[in-house]
């Protein structure tokens, strides 16, 4: 896992190639900003989890009550 508070994100790979860009991602604002993308993909798929799980609740309660 590679996230922007981790030491990983320090010894990345293409930061080590291209000085600049080793710059840039050590910039606060695109740290909070990858973290921050993380965090909305986190709760969209949290929350796209739990609408299934209701879809299928209902669904299964619904097809109970069909004869």
Excluded at 33 to 54: H, I, K, M, N
Excluded at 61 to 67: F, I, L, Q, S, T
Aim: overall charge negative; hydrophobic content about 55%; aromatic content about 12%.
């Amino acid at each position: 896992m590679l996230a922007p508070w981790t030491a990983l994100w320090d010894r990345n790979l293409f930061a080590q190639w291209l000085p600049w860009l080793g710059d840039w991602m050590a910039s606060g604002f695109v740290r909070g900003g990858v973290a921050g993308v993380g965090v909305v993909t986190t709760v969209a798929g949290l929350r796209d989890l739990a609408g299934s799980f209701v879809g299928r609740s209902a669904a299964a309660a619904a097809d109970a009550d069909v004869p």
